[in-house]
């Protein structure tokens, strides 16, 4: 018979512990305002975590150094405004930690500097690596949103439930790619999983394919897209990986958790979405329908 454990409210087999998940949000001086309303969205539909299935963490993820001048008065606006932001949602929440990638000018330039904020994450080592006491993260940009409640405990459920995985998101659902898909120029990116997806923290192989990436695109004066590097190399790029794909392929996973469309909605489409697809608790649109 297996035994059954209730840790932070999800019943888990075998006596295994829930993950500790944490909810990376990326925001930079420019954007600040636009996070803030973002994260001030987290709790329009009602309570985030009715179930109290699991109290999540939240890492708010500045691209320069919040510490050094001259962001450091930044720093206390930024630290109060999104603390402030967070109130109605804090009981969802274990913790709140604001922390840097410390990008330099060089490596910050639009709209490299995003992709580098990511990377980040994974580069840093030792005590200064941001997601050495996480398990999985959400990588939720300010134009992620939640549209229906109780997204929190969902979220919490979505990675007990389906762990473990290296990446799980969104293929892109709209319809801008519709002629890209016939291109077989397109073929090897067209399928990705979008960036605003759930991850893994600390397994060695994604860590090291991770490094793989932001060493090459940096060594060769570029960035691409994260989530397309990744994708390109380790995924549709199989062909030049087939024996190691073989064990990973199955930990890219797509969900309908949230879905990725990248551009605002017309009206009434979402209680479309949520009919057809009542397991989607997020939406990636874009700045304006955010």
């Not at 050094?68 to 008065?73: A, M, V, Y």
């Not at 405004?81 to 913790?95: D, Q």
């Not at 490596?107 to 994450?121: C, H, I, R, T, V």
């Not at 960035?223 to 995924?235: C, E, G, T, Y």
Request: charged share 20%; glycine share 6%.
């Amino acid at each position: 018979e297996h035994r059954a454990k209730r840790q932070r409210g999800i019943t888990l087999l075998n006596g295994t512990e829930a993950p500790n998940i944490a909810i990376v949000v990326p925001f930079t001086q420019h954007d600040l305002q636009k996070v803030v309303a973002a994260v001030d969205r987290w709790s329009r539909l009602g309570d985030p975590c009715p179930g109290q299935v699991s109290s999540l963490n939240v890492l708010f993820w500045f691209n320069r150094d919040l510490a050094r001048e001259p962001w450091t008065t930044f720093a206390q606006v930024a630290e109060f405004s999104l603390t402030n932001a967070l109130r109605p949602v804090r009981h969802c929440v274990s913790s709140i930690k604001f922390d840097s990638a410390k990008l330099s000018d060089k490596e910050d330039p639009y709209p490299f500097g995003a992709s580098n904020m990511w990377y980040k994450l994974y580069v840093s080592e030792g005590d200064r690596d941001p997601l050495r006491t996480y398990d999985y993260f959400l990588w939720a940009e300010q134009d992620l949103m939640p549209v229906k409640t109780g997204w929190m405990d969902a979220l919490a459920t979505e990675v007990a439930t389906h762990r473990p995985f290296f990446m799980r998101g969104s293929i892109y659902r709209g319809i801008n790619l519709d002629n890209a898909v016939k291109d077989p120029e397109k073929a090897n990116w067209v399928t990705h999983i979008n960036g605003n997806a759930l991850y893994t923290c600390n397994d060695i192989t994604f860590r090291a394919m991770v490094k793989s990436c932001y060493y090459a695109q940096t060594s060769q004066g570029e960035h691409a897209s994260f989530d397309l590097a990744i994708w390109m190399s380790f995924v549709s790029g199989y062909m030049h990986t087939w024996k190691s794909y073989q064990h990973y392929a199955h930990m890219f996973q797509y969900t309908a958790f949230m879905q990725n469309y990248g551009y605002g909605l017309p009206a009434g489409s979402l209680a479309q979405i949520l009919e057809m697809e009542p397991s989607t608790f997020m939406i990636h649109g874009d700045a304006e329908s955010a």
